[in-house]
């Protein structure tokens, strides 16, 4: 079951909270504490390749594109 059909189910139980609330308890994908699923890059959102330094959070294509935005110089 994907994010988007637990959201899709909570509309179907609006009129039910009895249900709706033991629903989420049991079908709530869980919080990610570690993995690759736990960091995304904050302007494409994939997983890989991070780059975390200086509080980027951005994976390693975004950073290509607006290094020279941001500042950074490339040397070769």
């Known amino acids: 079951m994907t994010a988007s059909?637990?959201?899709?189910?909570l509309k179907q139980f609006r009129r039910k909270p009895a249900i709706r609330t033991k629903y989420?308890?049991?079908?709530?994908?869980?919080?990610?504490t570690t993995g690759i699923a736990r960091k995304k890059?904050?302007?494409c959102g994939?997983?890989?390749a991070m780059i975390n330094s200086y509080g980027l959070n951005?994976?390693?294509h975004c950073f290509r594109e607006i290094a020279e935005d941001l500042g950074?110089?490339?040397y070769s």
Do not use: S, T
């Open 24 to 32: 989420i308890k049991h079908n709530k994908p869980k919080d990610r």
């Open 46 to 48: 994939r997983f890989g």
């Open 58 to 60: 951005l994976c390693r």
């Open 72 to 74: 950074f110089k490339k």
């Open 41 to 43: 890059c904050e302007r």
């Open 5 to 9: 059909d637990w959201r899709k189910m």
